[in-house]
């Protein structure tokens, strides 16, 4: 594969989500890109985060309400998807190592990882629910 030419916007677009802990969508991407980069359009916003996604820079996440969320930290963890605000939050799991292991123990072939969404209403939508 030859080496990747450098670009301002994808380098705009790394640190935007180094910035965050909120796992933001393409088109908040997009939305803060624009201010720096008026005449950016969304498909390259979409390219660019494919892009760094596969080249593993950044993560992708699919949690199934069909928006693609992006995360700058790519070291192995676990995410939390609030079905009320559509936020995804980082959940810190002890021991995320062992989980692999066992999966090998049931499990013939070779296990290199694995992605595990846990989904429900975060804090701040419960305590919206209460007080409503």
């Known amino acids: 594969m030859k080496p990747l030419k450098y670009s301002r916007q994808r380098e705009a677009i790394k640190a935007f989500l180094a910035s965050r802990s909120d ?11 624009r201010k720096d980069f008026p005449n950016i359009s969304l498909g390259t916003v979409y390219r660019n985060l494919s892009l760094l996604a596969e080249l593993g820079e950044i993560l992708k996440l ?21 079905k009320q605000c559509h936020n995804v939050i980082d959940l810190p799991l002890p021991n995320i190592e062992e ?34």
């Open 23 to 33: 796992h933001p969508t393409a088109d908040i991407v997009y939305t803060y890109i």
């Open 62 to 82: 699919s949690c199934g309400d069909g928006a693609d969320h992006f995360d700058a930290c790519t070291l192995p963890h676990h995410h939390f998807y609030c």
């Open 99 to 132: 989980m692999d292991v066992r999966a090998s123990q049931n499990f013939d072939g070779q296990i290199e990882g694995h992605c595990l969404y846990f989904y429900g209403t975060c804090k701040a939508c419960s305590k919206q629910q209460v007080i409503l």
